[in-house]
């Protein structure tokens, strides 16, 4: 059974870093597309990077030049790096993953998920 677990959130001051983890059990890390995406209190899910299956990876403007994706075949693991982090960056991050074609503005095409952390940036 494909599971995600993440773990990396935390409280910061607005300018400060964080980096979260998610690693895939259950399945050899290949031809999986796998992504963050993000839920604030009354917003809906926001897609906020996603690595392909060929590894092409998209992101949502707003983190551009902030924060940035990588993989570690050999744990499993993909990595979000949050640099600049901003009060508007606050929300529970969960990590998402999909044998098929995947979106980043679609968290349909994604039905596995991981349990959430939370990220919140104080101004």
């Known amino acids: 059974q494909v599971q995600l677990v993440e773990s990396g959130g935390g409280s910061v001051q607005a300018g400060g870093s964080l980096r979260l983890s998610c690693r895939l059990t259950?399945?050899?890390?290949?031809?999986?597309?796998m992504g963050w995406f993000r839920q604030a209190p009354e917003k809906e899910r926001e897609g906020v990077v996603i690595v392909d299956r060929y590894g092409e990876t998209s992101s949502v403007d707003s983190v551009k030049g902030r924060f940035s994706v990588s993989k570690d075949n050999v744990k499993n693991t993909l990595y979000l790096q949050m640099n600049n982090l901003k009060p508007d960056d606050t929300a529970m991050y969960y990590c998402a993953a999909t044998f098929d074609d995947c979106a980043l503005n679609d968290a349909n095409t994604f039905p596995i998920w991981g349990q959430g952390t939370q990220v919140t940036v104080s101004s």
């Open positions: 259950g399945y050899t890390y290949e031809r999986i597309c």
